[in-house]
């Protein structure tokens, strides 16, 4: 009897034998029926912030025009480790890790008189890039003049 | 004092059974955890930004303080006024650790013109809608 005992108590022991279950969750998507139901392009942006909320990032779109992101995170990870000792010096160890990450975001592009040009849904690093773009100069702002 | 041999067994397993206790009890645990940035906002706080075409940058950033963010939109801009709720919960059972971790914000955009006068006011309050939860409980 004590054999399997204290070799089920190294299988439980976290050293030998351990599984992870996290899950993060930054802000939520807009709501279903407000996405449905929001134009495709014309409204202004007054009318976008009302129907929507405050977006999680703005900035720039043509120099004077306006992009709105309202993004999410949904990060789930599963994993696990097996490790098992071989000898005074020697163990093997397995893990397995399994993750659905990645943000989100519903974004809105508005002309330079801030009404909405167009509107996509997907991952915010496919929709914006991987960084916001930087701010136009100087230059640039008065060039396109509007 | 002399013990019979079922007396002993009876011993030896209660002292198992109190020393699986043990493991369990050493081995095991949870946490709870809240995070804040900055304070709660409330619709008084929104009001008080004032009317879009008669309230200047200057007489917002006098109500509401120092913006979390400005962000340049050509000769426009934007503020944004944040505060955020972080709520983490975890479980320890011997071989397993779970948890979870929810973000959520109060975010209040203030849009001004080429003369720093308010255009535009969007507010979504969710902060306080943060949970505790466990990694398989959706949140809504």
Known sequence: MRAPALLALLALSSSCVSASWNRATWQRPAARDVVAGLPRSGIGLQECLDLLGAPTLVFEHRVHGLTLAYAWVQDRRFGGTVSVPLGDRESASFSYATARAGAYALVLWLDESWVLEDWREGRLGSLIGEEPPRPATLEEIELTRR | ?140
Not at chain 2, 87 to 93: E, I, P, S
Not at chain 2, 108 to 124: A, Y
Request: hydrophobic share 45%; net charge neutral; with cysteine.
């Open chain 2, 1 to 140: 004092m002399r013990m019979d041999s079922s007396g002993g067994r009876r011993i030896v397993e209660r002292m198992n059974r109190a020393s699986v206790l043990l493991v369990c009890l050493l081995s095991s645990g949870c946490f709870l955890q809240r995070s804040l940035v900055d304070r709660p906002f409330a619709e008084a706080d929104v009001a008080r930004i004032g009317n879009a075409g008669a309230t200047t940058a200057k007489e917002v950033v006098a109500r509401l303080g120092a913006p979390t963010e400005v962000v340049q939109l050509g000769r426009r801009s934007a503020y944004l006024y944040l505060h955020e709720q972080e709520k983490t919960a975890g479980l320890f059972l011997l071989v397993a650790a779970f948890n979870n971790r929810d973000r959520q914000t109060d975010r209040v955009w203030v849009f001004f013109d080429e003369h720093d006068v308010v255009t535009h006011v969007g507010r979504t309050l969710q902060a306080q809608g943060a949970e505790y939860a466990m990694p398989w409980v959706a949140h809504d």
